[in-house]
């Protein structure tokens, strides 16, 4: 009989031969404990991402006790009671991702690429500073402050103000929708002030970037797009949160899928054309994010997805991981190949929430595993120390990474170590 239990240790390891499993026997499959639909075939992944109306995200109006809910905790937030991004469906959703898209250029990403390109190879040259040549733990030494320096550039805040933004944002995420002590609310509403003054003096051009994504996130806030100040900060806090966890976890994923598979690694140094499809094939092989959430829509009616029956407010998650591993779509699915060909993966979505930053986490994890390539002799694990991964089903992430450093080369290519 089909089950899903994704706190047992061997799924945490590795998730992959349990989904297996589960899409051969019900590839949509009713967990009691997770009171959801647990959907884990290709087909069925893409039809609930791209058919909205059916599987709506608008969790404020969603029907039954999952919508009471979402409306509570929105209602005791101190963001207002906006939805977010990833709440709303066409056409409202499209006035904010409109916003966004406006703000996040081809040319934002471009500008970003030499911050990104220095932060990589100062975060190796400090790995390669320790002393001793021991292996370091990749997620805390490389992946994990990655991303916080492609905020800062996608922030466009002058130096001296990035950490301040950050921490009201991060103190805005931790707090929304919690119940709130007065105390831990009145640092909420501390953090959404600050916030707020310091987007109203961006947008007057007091001070930042006037080129960046929050300055014409600000503008938008107070311009012509009427963005009500919930959904600004919202947004802000979005764009500055959102894909850090993400982005650090391709990083750290294909910092072992390459590690597993030393061929394909060669054949990459060999043939550096093949970085982009490289950086695909680890997002498709080990998807940092392995869920999006759904429910059916209160007018839905009569809803069947792979053979079964759904109800209005039935909440629906799309397991993209899984999906990226159904040998209906991808052959031979477990094997990772950065030749290979076929299908779009889902580890940036698809459909109208399709994942915004998609090309900046590709060009993030294209410069990491560029300047991996160039810095190892050979990027591999020290064998005595077992990989270990985050208890979180929704992701895929690794908390130990035991990165071998004897192969690391210095700046010039040559063995040996760097003064720091
Ligand atoms: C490897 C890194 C990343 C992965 C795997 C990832 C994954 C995803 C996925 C799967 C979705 C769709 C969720 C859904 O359909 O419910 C999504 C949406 C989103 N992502 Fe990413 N993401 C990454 C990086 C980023 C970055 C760097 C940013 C921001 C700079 C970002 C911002 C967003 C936003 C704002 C949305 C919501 C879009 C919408 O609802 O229209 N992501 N992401």
């Known amino acids: 009989m089909a089950f899903f239990n994704p706190s047992r240790p061997s799924y945490v390891a590795d998730p992959y031969p349990a989904l297996h499993r589960l899409r051969e026997e019900a590839p949509v499959f009713y967990s009691a404990e997770h009171d959801a639909w647990i959907v884990t075939s290709y087909e069925a992944c893409v039809q609930v991402l791209q058919d909205y109306e059916v599987y709506s995200s608008a969790v404020t109006e969603a029907p039954g006790r999952l919508g009471d809910r979402v409306r509570r905790v929105k209602h005791a937030s101190v963001l207002g009671t906006a939805p977010r991004i990833g709440q709303q469906d066409p ?3 499209s006035r904010l991702r409109g916003v966004v898209a406006r703000a996040f250029t081809p040319r934002h990403v471009e500008a970003m690429r030499p911050a990104i390109e220095a932060h990589v190879a100062s975060l190796i040259d400090v790995i390669a500073g320790l002393e001793g040549g021991r292996p370091v733990e990749a997620m805390r030494a490389l992946c994990e402050p990655l991303p916080a320096a492609v905020v800062s550039a996608q922030l466009g805040a002058p130096e001296e103000d990035r950490a301040r933004v950050l921490g009201w944002a991060r103190a805005l995420m931790q707090v929304e929708g919690a119940d709130l002590s007065p105390e831990r609310r009145a640092l909420a509403v501390e953090a959404r002030d600050g916030l707020l003054g310091y987007l109203g003096r961006v947008a007057a051009g007091e001070t930042g970037d006037p080129d960046s994504l929050i300055a014409s996130l600000a503008r938008a806030g107070a311009g012509e797009e009427r ?5 600004l900060l919202a947004l802000v806090i979005d764009l500055s949160l959102a894909g850090n966890d993400n982005t650090s976890n391709l990083v750290g994923n294909g910092i072992l899928a390459l590690a597993a598979h030393p061929e394909q690694q060669a054949l990459l140094r060999e043939r550096p054309d093949l970085l982009p499809a490289a950086v695909d094939e680890v997002l498709r092989y080990d998807a940092p994010q392995q869920a999006a959430v759904r429910f059916v829509a ?10 079964e029956r759904l109800e209005p407010g039935d909440v629906v998650i799309v397991m993209l991981g899984a999906a990226n591993r159904d040998s209906a779509a991808f052959p031979d699915p477990d094997r990772f190949d950065i030749t290979r060909e076929g299908p779009r993966h889902l580890a940036f979505g698809l459909g109208p929430h399709f994942c915004i930053g998609a090309p900046l986490a590709r060009m993030v994890g294209a410069a990491a595993f560029e300047a991996l390539l160039a810095r190892f002799e050979v990027v591999r694990l020290a064998g005595d120390i077992p990989v270990r991964h985050a208890p979180d089903w929704m992701a895929r992430s690794a908390r ?12 010039w290519g040559a063995p040996g170590t760097l003064e720091a």
Do not use: K, N
């Not at 963005?227 to 959904?231: A, K, Q, Y």
């Not at 209160?298 to 053979?307: I, P």
């Open 227 to 231: 963005l009500d100040l919930g959904e």
């Open 91 to 93: 056409p409202a959703h």
């Open 400 to 411: 130990v990474i035991p990165l071998d450093t004897a192969p690391l080369l210095d700046r």
């Open 298 to 307: 209160a007018g839905a009616g009569e809803v069947t997805l792979g053979g």
